[in-house]
């Protein structure tokens, strides 16, 4: 039977170009926005605008393709572009600063039909197989309410269809989760209780992750990394691809053999062995970006920065350095992201919100040091290797969901508390070097949590950020230094 919606290239080509830079509420012809009426929070609504006024379909909820081109089932999906908080500092942003503005879901996990499906007969890769993406620019800082999107613009479209590399790390990711639900299946008299442990899989998964939850039916999703590397793609944006680096296990293999081959050196002998060229600071030291730079050589990369090669991007591996004492002590506290307390106050799901996204998708690579004492300058120190971090289920549900229902409820209670700063020696306010008296807010403290708030900002006459009418510096999450050096203490080298 034909499908209802077919269409042929040139009829879709012919209608993106009709649609670029012309705001959702242009193109809405159909009236999609009627619904946003008094509903501040409407899911979907900019792809309800493309699939109605554009290609002239219902919303599709099923399994099967969305509409056939030239013979081809495609997906249609329309997803959100802004600018990355780095590049708001900037003067002028390009569209080469554009990034996800949140996970791309694809389809359900489906346990049932899951473990009699081959990756190619998949509904997951009949979904991903030909995309045809619709990019709108989220032109805000701040979160809005759903009729607002009117005057978001869309800024590009494209039949998008992934290469060889980005097929098998899909397929290797999906057949991770088909094999743990095959394996529960075969194994476990009741395997629903072994499925809330797809996350366990977290840290092997390159491309894709499972959200939300058992008992709420997960759904496949493309990490937030990915869908931004697609874009940046999009706009032009190079990455290095690395030949013959597709898994985890190739970087760590990678990672393993430095260890094996350099543990021991000095940073000044790494450096030296490695041929990596480098100046002294001020201070007669290297900065702490040589860890980058080694990082580079090791992967025989022509890139300056980890972010600009095609896997760490996608997968959201970041590298960090810290220096131990010979006691495996002393880690600093960790600056992670800044809160969007706009979207808080839309209260959204913790499976959908900002804090869950970043812990379940970033992972870190640390380069580990030793020094032979406290004044040694990083030249001196010496390398111990690496090790792979990331947050596990109990991390996120425990540690991670009470910072941000601490900081929700602070916020849509209106029971955020702004007070001075008193000295215990004279019982006056602090005064900041600006002259002005030292406040603090009732934010989650890291003596309470793990993960807790602080701000982040160098003059305390400018907070730019207002919230419940208190005027305030940016608020960061931050991970504790001590908890960091634990986790770390509990893994072994790569």
Request: glycine content about 4%; charged content about 30%.
């Amino acid at each position: 039977m034909e499908h209802e919606f077919s269409y042929t290239s040139k009829e879709i080509n012919d209608k993106l170009s009709s649609i670029i830079n012309e705001t959702l509420g242009d193109i809405d012809v159909n009236n999609a926005f009627d619904k946003t009426i008094g509903k501040p929070k409407v899911t979907g609504i900019a792809g309800d605008v493309i699939e109605q006024s554009v290609l002239g379909y219902p919303a599709n909820s099923d399994q099967k393709p969305d509409i056939i081109v030239d013979g081809k089932n495609v997906e249609v999906k329309t997803t959100g572009v802004k600018y990355s908080t780095k590049a708001l500092k900037k003067k002028k942003q390009t569209v080469a600063d554009f990034e996800a503005k949140e996970p791309m879901s694809v389809t359900a996990v489906s346990p049932e039909k899951i473990v009699n499906e081959t990756f190619d007969d998949s509904n997951f890769w009949h979904k991903l197989e030909n995309i045809l993406f619709f990019y709108y620019h989220y032109d805000s800082p701040t979160t809005v309410k759903s009729w607002e999107y009117k005057d978001f613009k869309v800024v590009g479209a494209e039949f998008h269809e992934f290469s060889n590399a980005d097929k098998e790390r899909l397929k290797q990711d999906w057949e991770k989760v088909r094999d743990f639900i095959i394996d529960a299946q075969k194994n476990y008299s009741d395997p629903t209780t072994r499925y809330p442990l797809l996350g366990s899989l977290r840290k092997e998964l390159l491309l894709i992750d499972t959200a939300p939850k058992y008992p709420n039916p997960p759904r496949f999703r493309l990490k937030r990394s990915t869908v931004t590397s697609i874009i940046q793609e999009y706009f032009g944006k190079k990455f290095e691809k690395l030949p013959q680096i597709d898994s985890f296990s190739d970087i760590d293999k990678v990672l393993h053999n430095a260890t094996q081959k350099y543990r021991g050196l000095t940073v000044e002998e790494l450096l030296k062995r490695l041929n990596i060229k480098y100046t002294l600071n001020t201070s007669g030291d290297v900065n702490k970006n040589v860890a980058e730079k080694i990082m580079l050589k090791l992967f025989g990369s022509n890139a300056n920065k980890l972010n600009k090669i095609d896997i760490f991007q996608k997968a959201n591996l970041t590298l960090k350095s810290i220096v131990q004492t010979k006691k495996q002590t002393r880690t600093e506290d960790t600056k992670l992201f800044p809160i969007d307390f706009d979207e808080i106050g839309l209260d959204p799901d913790f499976e959908e919100s900002q804090f869950y996204t970043y812990f379940s998708e970033k992972q870190f690579i640390f380069v580990i040091f030793e020094e032979p004492d406290s004044d040694a300058k990083l030249l001196k120190n010496k390398f111990l290797g690496f090790k792979r971090v990331s947050f596990d289920d109990h991390f996120i549900d425990n540690y991670v969901h009470k910072a941000w229902t601490h900081t929700k409820d602070l916020v849509l209670n209106d029971s955020l508390v702004e007070e001075m700063v008193i000295s215990k020696k004279t019982g006056r306010p602090i005064i900041n070097n600006a002259g002005t008296p030292r406040t603090k807010l009732n934010f989650i403290k890291s003596s309470e949590n793990p993960i807790f708030v602080r701000g982040s900002g160098k003059d305390s006459k400018h907070k730019p950020l207002q919230v419940n009418g208190i005027d305030m510096y940016a608020q960061w999450i931050w991970i504790k230094g001590s908890t960091i050096n634990e986790m770390l203490n509990n893994l072994d080298y790569i």
